[in-house]
């Protein structure tokens, strides 16, 4: 069967005037309010985009990345949510903002960008086409500070950028001038080896060799004529960017500058780590926080699984993500605690850190210690040593359906016991590990006795029991939500960091390694989902110092969550704190999700 589309011409010659010019096709076919393919000048992209009918004219909106990483345009700090403040070969202008109707997307309008420029629908394809256009000159020089290189245009154009090691791409929609030199300039500048210009039809590729790891600092400008200005120094400071992303919802990037303590006279006072974080506000009554991990609810594997957590934030509908609290990677279970909605989907076995929340903004950062007693028809007590965990010890555990529709041991000769409602229905001798499965009942649960013989005679077939759960601080009984990492970072703005305390091992707070951190403000409600990492060309941060990060940027109460190459911040379909190659899988995070707002009638 042969599809046939309807093409839709958009003509922004006149962009306070722009519409939808409708070529010749299929009349039948409706034209699409949305795709996730654009094409720029005939290369196609994976990114979403949308079409709205407003006040009579019909407009195009792209994902918000694609504008960044396709068009080069730069994103500025922005106070209000339905407007973001862009620049792009101009002084500061705004995008209108818009969300598709799930409400996790966040699409810019094309407008501001859209200089005689032709684009066309096809299926789920936006097809853009710019003008042709010239590199005049490129120009280098010395500095002080480094080396200058400056590409001269004759108008605006799409660019975009890569850096990897001691090379810098720069790919721009323009045809080198004739009078222009290509090939390689080996004449080397302060910071610059050589410079390789390389046409590509009517694109221009300009390969910087660098003599070291060089982050680049850009600049667009627009007078007299638009030119792209490129620095290479090793003082560059990226700029700190501020995003009212949604209502309710921050996204911040910015580096921060603590005092160091000096081991050598070399040594600087003062360190400085990249921060990438989301502030979410729980007030606001479209946002919600939940914890997420990889199987969905009703899935017969239960908790048992990990993912990256742009993978768990597709499959929950999330917005947007941080990764949560430690498992174990090779039985890929967690080993902290989670609660989700008043449901115990995994306990804690130590006394370490946790977060919980409710809806209406109120929120606990402290050490917990969460225990499970069952009491048996002849009043013999029996604390539990954990529930639904990956972290195995000596004792008896329980296991629920939320573990999955089967137990299977985890360690030799364990002793299984089988509860449907309070009675004890069935004991069954484990052997080897991962042989054997026993259901876990919907209506009950499997108690797990390692290296206890005396559970066999507590626990007979037909014994009644009752259960029983404390929290110390008991505090924390009242929210329905937690998440347990570790260890507590600060506790009323001051350091509380003890990871001996939370039996964590010798040397853990003071690793240096990429960080997650989840904190509360002075603000009700105000939470802080922070990663804090090295500095270009500096170190990753230990536990301390990612504690004075976090007070420093107005954390009142911190907790550490995992870290290293766990550690991803996601946001609207992107990792916001490094390369997407670079990310983990996890079993849990904290997903942040948005109602999606009315949908508004389009005329």
Known sequence: MKMTYRKTLISFIAVSFSQFLIADSAPSAPVPDSGNVIQLNGQPWSG????????????????EDWLTGGL????????????????????????????????????LELTPFAEQWRTEIIGNSLNIYTPDTKIQSLRRSKQAWGDRLVIDLNRRTPWRISHQGNVINVLVSAEIAADQPIGTNTIAGNLVKSVTVQPQGKLTQIQVETKESIQPAIELLSNPTPRMVIDLRRDYVPPSLTVQWAEGLRRIEKIVEIPNKPKTNKDPKTIKFSVTALEVDLKQPRLKLRPIWSNPDGSPNGILGLLPVPQMVEKA?????????????IRQLPVGAIREGNRWIAGTALVRGAIAWNEKGDTLIDRLNFTEEITTANQTKITLTNLNSGYVQRGIARYTPHWGSGYTPLTENELLIVVRGDRVVAQYQGGAVGVGQV???????VLVARQAPEAAKQLPVGMTVRGRQGYIPEKFSNFPNLVGAGPLLLKNGNISLDGKLENFQAGFDTQAADRSAIATTKEKGKLILATVQAAPEGVAPNLLQTAEVLKKIGAVDALNLDGG?????????????????????????????????????QF
């Open 72 to 107: 080069g345009v730069q994103m500025l700090d922005s106070e209000k949510a339905d407007r973001q403040r862009v620049r792009w070969f101009s002084s500061p202008t705004f995008s209108r903002v818009a969300f598709d109707k799930t409400g996790r997307f966040r699409y």
């Open 439 to 445: 259901a876990i009942p919907s209506d009950g649960y």
């Open 317 to 329: 509908q999330a917005v947007g993500a941080i990764n949560g609290g430690f498992f174990n990677r």
């Open 48 to 63: 979403r985009w949308i079409r709205r009918v407003e006040q009579g004219q019909q407009n195009l909106y792209v994902q």
């Open 565 to 601: 190459s766990s550690s991803t911040l996601f946001l609207g379909g992107n990792v916001l704190n490094r390369s997407i190659t670079e990310i983990a899988p996890v079993h849990n995070a904290i997903a942040v999700f948005i109602t999606p707002p009315p949908v508004k009638p």
